[in-house]
């Protein structure tokens, strides 16, 4: 009888107390849940933050290689324009060079070329045609040259130009013109003195004189007494041919 009673009580009290075991054990459960939810959490923070760090560096990369590219780039333009520039400098002089042709007085042609123009001047019939000038003789025409005060409306093709003493100066076949009125007017040639080489005060890295392999990007062709120059500042370089090499002279004309 005794047992019959007890059995209820134990078996209330180990209910009891599975219950309360069964508690703390999800208790702890839920602590370790929480515990490596936080883990992972901050892990995918961490790597989150390692993946933007490394598109931020490879993003600051690919700037940097495109700087990189386009200076490349803007340097092997600069060095094309300048290898272009000193190219068309030496055919232009070796082309004037080799292929100038002298302007010959009383040389002697059969007939007049064609789109040749009648000009009048103080009584006197000449004929133009591509900067040459024709005087009717018996059995042709002859090459002569036009006098100064004599105008034309437009300049011969190839002409040449350089400024001297503040007047600019128009040639071709060892004429001179200035422009005047719309047009052009024969002028006596200018008289040209060449200078000792002397230092020019205001021109640096250049001592006259000297001789160069290339010349400064800024500099100018000019064409005095039928003779082609470089201007650059105060100083004129002269082109001197060594086999098919074009070196310059360091001058200074007056």
Same mark, same amino acid.
């Given at each position: 009888?005794?047992?019959?009673?007890?059995?209820?009580?134990?078996?209330?009290?180990?209910?009891?107390?599975?219950?309360?075991?069964?508690?703390?054990?999800?208790?702890?459960?839920?602590?370790?849940?929480?515990?490596?939810? &936080?883990?992972?959490?901050? =892990?995918?923070?961490?790597?989150?933050?390692?993946?933007?760090?490394?598109?931020?560096?490879?993003?600051?990369?690919?700037?940097?290689?495109?700087?990189? &590219?386009?200076?490349?780039?803007?340097?092997?333009?600069?060095?094309?324009?300048?290898?272009?520039?000193?190219?068309?400098?030496?055919?232009?002089?070796?082309?004037?060079?080799?292929?100038?042709?002298?302007?010959?007085?009383?040389?002697?042609?059969?007939?007049?070329?064609?789109?040749?123009?009648?000009?009048?001047?103080?009584?006197?019939?000449? +004929?133009?045609? $591509?900067?040459? =000038?024709?005087?009717?003789?018996?059995?042709?025409?002859?090459?002569?040259?036009?006098?100064?005060?004599?105008?034309?409306?437009?300049?011969?093709?190839?002409?040449?130009?350089?400024?001297?003493?503040? +007047? +600019?100066?128009?040639?071709?076949?060892?004429?001179?013109?200035?422009?005047?009125?719309?047009?052009?007017?024969?002028? $006596? &040639?200018?008289?040209?003195?060449?200078?000792?080489?002397?230092?020019?005060?205001?021109?640096?890295?250049?001592?006259?004189?000297? +001789?160069? $392999?290339?010349?400064?990007?800024?500099?100018?062709?000019?064409?005095?007494?039928?003779?082609? =120059?470089?201007?650059?500042?105060?100083? =004129?370089?002269?082109?001197?041919?060594?086999?098919?090499?074009?070196?310059?002279?360091?001058?200074?004309?007056?």
């Amino acid at each position: 009888m005794k047992l019959t009673f007890l059995l209820p009580a134990l078996l209330a009290i180990g209910a009891v107390s599975g219950s309360a075991l069964g508690a703390q054990n999800e208790r702890e459960n839920d602590k370790s849940f929480k515990r490596d939810h &936080e883990k992972r959490v901050e =892990y995918k923070r961490d790597e989150r933050r390692h993946e933007k760090k490394q598109r931020i560096e490879h993003k600051k990369e690919k700037r940097e290689d495109r700087k990189q &590219e386009k200076r490349k780039l803007a340097k092997y333009k600069q060095e094309k324009r300048e290898q272009y520039r000193y190219n068309q400098r030496k055919y232009n002089y070796l082309t004037s060079h080799h292929n100038s042709v002298a302007y010959r007085q009383n040389r002697f042609i059969n007939h007049l070329p064609r789109s040749s123009a009648s000009i009048r001047f103080n009584g006197i019939s000449f +004929t133009f045609n $591509d900067g040459l =000038y024709y005087r009717k003789a018996k059995r042709g025409y002859h090459v002569v040259k036009p006098p100064r005060g004599l105008r034309i409306n437009t300049l011969p093709r190839n002409y040449r130009h350089f400024k001297h003493h503040n +007047t +600019t100066y128009y040639t071709y076949q060892n004429v001179y013109y200035i422009a005047d009125n719309n047009g052009y007017t024969v002028v $006596d &040639e200018p008289k040209i003195v060449v200078n000792q080489a002397i230092k020019v005060g205001n021109t640096k890295n250049y001592d006259l004189g000297q +001789t160069y $392999d290339t010349l400064p990007i800024s500099a100018e062709a000019v064409t005095i007494n039928e003779q082609q =120059y470089f201007k650059y500042q105060d100083i =004129y370089f002269l082109p001197q041919v060594s086999g098919d090499e074009v070196k310059y002279l360091a001058i200074n004309l007056g």
